[in-house]
């Protein structure tokens, strides 16, 4: 059996203003119906797979939970990561974790944000690597390059693979200039790096203690101390800092020598940007591609979203143009400066703009809430609560609440007071006054809530319980 290790940390910049670090790529449904997520986790289920390993963060971990139950997938462990520490030493904790539990343990290292539209072909070429693998190699899949893409890192193999066979890996090749990836191109033995690797656990466990053996203990100090946390497992912070930050082809890929690769031929993309998410969107005969609201006339190789419920984007005469709208923000760029999102991100921060990290959508383990109007001294917000959500009992310093229910039923504690409130009906929560919410109903609860004080910040909370152990 192979156990996925799926990757899922990350900001994705360069496809703000969907992706931010508060709400990464990887949650969004950038193509078709399903997150990039639950389509990497889709792809490795079923026969031959055990249940996935997740690493995430602590801010991720309920979404994780939440979008593999959607798909019908019971989690295995979800490992959190204290801080971003690259991919070395995430690998490395999966690796040891599983080896604990099974000493003949195999991984399929995955990211969690890529685009495979044939699962059935990535199936039948993990299994061709299988026996590489079995053998002691550690395996890379690459991708057969279609263009000369200095976006890319690239596998360079011994020669050319016959029929997709596993091959000797040579080298790992850093991103090119353009010139030097129209060379690779023509040479024939070059694929791109997809960062999809399989390997026996302790075999890639072996190439750190040989290649990177300074990350061994801060990593392993880190499984040993970790703790249990509604299901998720935390790895210990102060050892876990000492881990280096770097990625496992610095640490362990480029140096190692028993190294293979096998060819993927099916469709892939990292969905890096904007452009690749028009190129692998169906178009019409002009190249135009439009999502949610949105209206093309005589617009060529253009894509025009909305992700704004009630907003109308309206393309006229354009050409080689992204413009995507948000509630809260809009991009317009020329399809050639897509990886230049990113600098726009960059300005923002600068700027100490909300939209430059922050969704405006707060995704919270109860369900979630936005902002809809912030005035002096008020702010009037939509708050969704799954059903069986709860959330915390708390109290406010320096703001009250209006909670107004406008779907399903609420049951809401004000001080000793339990009641049930249905839609169409509100309540009022002093200043100061301990209060909870919770949604007893089998359907989703919404609610209005208009906030006045001096101070409406989210960190204006006194938490007295919370069932999800937040702080």
Request: charged share 25%; aromatic share 8%; proline share 5%.
């Amino acid at each position: 059996m192979i156990t996925p290790v799926i990757l899922c940390g990350g900001s994705g910049t360069r496809l703000w203003p969907l992706s931010r670090k508060s709400y990464p790529k990887q949650f969004s449904k950038l193509i078709g119906d399903q997150s990039l997520f639950q389509m990497s986790a889709s792809r490795v289920k079923g026969d031959g797979y055990t249940a996935p390993l997740v690493l995430t963060n602590s801010d991720f971990r309920f979404i994780v939970a939440e979008q593999l139950t959607e798909i019908g997938i019971d989690p295995g462990a979800v490992l959190i990561e204290p801080e971003g520490r690259n991919t070395a030493p995430a690998i490395l904790a999966a690796a040891l974790y599983l080896l604990e539990k099974d000493k003949d343990a195999m991984i399929l290292v995955l990211p969690s944000d890529h685009n495979v539209p044939d699962a059935d072909h990535f199936s039948k070429t993990v299994q061709t690597g299988k026996d590489a693998a079995l053998a002691g190699n550690l395996v890379a899949f690459g991708i057969g390059p279609t263009r000369p893409e200095s976006g890319y890192g690239y596998l360079e193999l011994e020669s050319p693979s016959a029929n997709g066979e596993a091959v000797k890996l040579r080298r790992f090749v850093e991103k090119p200039d353009v010139a030097t990836a129209q060379k690779m191109l023509d040479a024939g033995n070059f694929l791109w790096n997809a960062g999809i690797f399989l390997f026996k656990a302790q075999t890639i466990v072996d190439a750190f203690k040989e290649n990177k053996s300074d990350l061994m203990t801060p990593v392993k100090r880190a499984i040993d101390e970790a703790e249990t946390d509604l299901g998720f497992l935390r790895l210990a912070p102060e050892p876990w800092s000492e881990a280096e930050d770097i990625s496992i082809d610095y640490a362990v890929m480029e140096k190692a020598k028993n190294l293979s690769a096998v060819p993927f031929s099916g469709g892939w993309s990292d969905l890096g940007d904007w452009d690749s998410v028009w190129r692998e969107t169906k178009g019409d005969d002009d190249g135009l591609v439009t999502s949610g609201a949105a209206i093309g006339i005589d617009c060529k190789n253009t894509l025009l979203r909305s992700e704004a419920k009630g907003t109308e984007i309206v393309g006229i005469g354009l050409e080689n143009i992204v413009a995507i709208a948000m509630p809260d923000a809009v991009l317009v760029a020329d399809k050639s400066r897509a990886q230049d999102v990113k600098l726009a991100v960059d300005a923002l921060k600068q700027k100490k703009s909300n939209q430059a990290v922050q969704f405006p959508r707060d995704h919270r383990p109860w369900g979630s809430f936005e902002s809809l109007y912030m005035g002096p001294r008020f702010q009037v917000k939509r708050i969704v609560v799954k059903p069986g959500g709860i959330l915390s009992l708390q109290s406010h310093v320096h703001r009250s609440e209006h909670w107004v229910v406008v779907e399903g039923t609420a049951k809401v504690t004000i001080g000793d007071v339990v009641k049930l409130v249905s839609d169409n009906e509100s309540v009022y929560i002093p200043l100061g006054e301990k209060h909870r919410m919770e949604n007893p109903g089998k359907v989703p609860m919404v609610l209005i809530e208009v906030q006045t004080g001096s101070y409406l910040g989210e960190d204006d909370i006194v938490r007295y319980e919370d069932v999800y152990a937040r702080d």
